[in-house]
């Protein structure tokens, strides 16, 4: 059997990662003429920012009664060494809340804006010329996929939790396990309503999302990089949510043309061998 060298296969990496990355510039490109409902979609996005801002900041109010009910055992220990351990739980309870909010705020808001955010996953179909006809996936597996990705999210939470807590190297160590697993994670909830409404059930999802695991890398990262701009989050919602229904499009080897309009760069390129 031919394998991919480790040269062509980091290059095909790469450009896969690339073309994520240009799957949300794709998503922008739907302001142009669907302004109206883009700027709907702004509004579940505002709720679930303030929502979730208003609990990082009594987490950060709390961190040090926080911090000390997670440790009693140091209570009796001398300052040095308590207020140490203290600050290294205090460091990576905000890693993990980190970590965890771009995923909470995506399933908050997708949640929210359901019906919204449907309505510019269908604009995407329409702008192919092709819309899918199975029926959706109804409100109860709806619930359960999102629980689903939820419940993952909580679990690597706890796995970042616990790498932070690692002396010297564990902050760093838990950013940058925690940038990536948030990143597929969000490709994840982005992708689902699209495939939900395709009829594909976890396991035909699992098995699509492990053949581009790369693109929807490059995907996850752009996401969480809009993240980190003041209002990013709000702003960037809505062509989150045309980017990903036009990465599931992609996925499941449907058309990406827009009618009278260019491809997104990098979609002539199939997935690279893992």
């Known amino acids: 059997m031919a394998t991919t060298s480790p040269p062509r296969a980091v290059a095909g990496a790469a450009r896969e990662l690339a073309a994520g990355f240009g799957t949300l510039w794709t998503g922008f490109g739907f302001w142009r003429h669907h302004v109206g409902t883009m700027m709907f979609g702004l509004l579940p996005a505002a709720i679930a920012g303030v929502i979730l801002f208003g609990g990082l900041a009594l987490l950060l109010v709390f961190i040090d009664p926080v ?35 771009a995923r909470v705020f995506t399933a908050l808001a997708l949640t929210i804006g359901g019906p919204i955010y449907e309505r510019i996953s269908t604009i995407v179909d329409e702008s192919y010329g092709e819309v899918p006809k199975a029926d959706g996936p109804g409100f109860w597996r709806s619930l359960g996929d999102m629980t689903g990705i939820v419940a993952r999210s909580v679990v690597g939470a706890a796995g970042v939790f616990l790498v932070g807590l690692i002396p010297v190297v564990g902050s760093i160590a838990s950013a940058a396990i925690g940038v990536v697993f948030t990143a597929t994670i969000i490709s994840r909830e982005f992708t689902l309503q699209a495939m939900q409404v395709r009829g594909l059930d976890a396991p035909a999802r699992r098995a699509v999302h492990r053949r581009w695991r790369w693109r929807r890398l490059g995907f996850g990262l752009a996401v969480q990089l809009c993240y980190l701009v003041p209002l990013g989050a709000v702003l960037s919602m809505p062509a989150a949510v045309a980017g990903g229904t036009h990465l599931a499009r992609r996925m499941l080897g449907e058309p990406v043309e827009r009618l009278g309009g260019p491809q997104a760069e990098g979609d002539s390129k199939r997935p690279i061998s893992d």
């Open 67 to 101: 911090a000390s009910a997670i440790t009693p055992f140091a209570d009796t220990w001398d300052a040095e060494w308590r207020i140490a351990v203290r600050v290294l739980v205090g460091t990576a309870l905000v890693i993990t809340a980190g970590v965890l909010s």
